[in-house]
């Protein structure tokens, strides 16, 4: 089955199947048609709809806009029929229904591996592999799995983080899949939360730390924000960059600019985006879409 949109026929089977034929959904996933890593222009365009497995639900001033599972399936599905958006982030049961709607076929897909640390959490960054793990990105026929890693300096949690994101980037490299490693410079807050830090001079850094883990590099690529410097993201390293999204909210153009940029840069491959091509302020979905597969793939269609 292969659907454009979420009609109510196609929902109630979906809720009937989750409850009577839940075999369905797995079988769907394992059995769709895979396609190469990277095309002919070596550029790829990710969608990521791996938040809601960290409890974020909200995308610019809509608090609660990815909790609707159908409007956000909807979304998701209307994106990956775009033929030149290449895949898909998620976890398990995005990643389930979207094949069992037929959106995976020829696309690729990876999936999010530790959600543990929730967005709320006082332990947020000591960050559990909660989701996928490397058997199952392999038997399932992922095409690789992402991991997040959260760097601060105080917090014991980070060290535990390490280990378990080295020890799955292993087992993943052992199954000849790629890890996705997204590195991003935190500090902790007056009230004891984890928050993004932006300072440049620190992502620099940890970049470094980033591309320096594991006993073999060959199938690490860095998840990196295009609002970091292009000394940044030119220089720190040779490993393929994906782009992250982020949620721009009402600063969309911005970020639009900050993509273009970025993706000048010779070995960044491509743009993992989530809330700007799901929910992007004053635009549509598709036409949103349509606007990133031009910066990523030079090409309008």
Not at 36 to 55: E, N, S
Not at 144 to 151: A, F, Y
Not at 242 to 255: A, S
Request: glycine share 10%; charged share 25%.
């Amino acid at each position: 089955m292969t659907v454009s949109a979420i009609t109510d026929e196609t929902w109630t089977r979906l809720l009937r199947e989750r409850a009577e034929c839940p075999n369905n959904f797995v079988e769907a996933l394992s059995g769709r048609r895979r396609r190469a890593l990277m095309g002919a222009d070596r550029r790829l365009l990710i969608v990521a709809a791996d938040h809601t497995a960290r409890a974020i639900v909200a995308a610019g001033d809509q608090p609660f806009a990815l909790a609707n599972r159908r409007d956000l399936l909807d979304r998701l599905v209307r994106i990956l029929g775009h033929p030149q958006v290449d895949g898909l982030l998620a976890s398990a049961d995005l990643v389930e229904e979207l094949a069992w709607l037929g959106a995976l076929e020829e696309k690729l897909v990876f999936g999010t591996m530790n959600r543990g640390g929730y967005l709320g959490a006082k332990w947020g960054l000591d960050d559990r592999m909660t989701a996928y793990d490397a058997e199952h990105v392999a038997r399932l026929g992922l095409d690789g799995g992402k991991v997040l890693l959260r760097i601060e300096h105080t917090d014991r949690g980070v060290a535990t983080t390490l280990a378990d994101v080295v020890a799955q980037m292993r087992l993943l490299e052992e199954r000849g899949l790629v890890c996705i490693v997204e590195p991003l410079p935190y500090v902790v807050d007056s009230a004891g939360l984890p928050t993004l830090d932006r300072s440049t001079d620190r992502l620099d850094k940890i970049v470094s730390i980033a591309a320096g883990l594991g006993a073999n590099s060959m199938l690490t690529w860095l998840k990196l924000p295009a609002w970091t410097s292009a000394v940044t993201l030119g220089s720190a390293t040779t490993m393929p960059i994906l782009l992250l999204g982020g949620d721009p909210g009402e600063n969309l153009d911005e970020t639009l600019r900050e993509w273009e940029h970025a993706l000048q840069v010779p070995n960044v491959i491509g743009l993992v985006a989530g809330r700007p091509l799901l929910f992007p302020h004053g635009r549509s979905v598709g036409d949103m879409t349509e606007r990133a597969v031009r910066l990523v793939h030079g090409v309008r269609t």
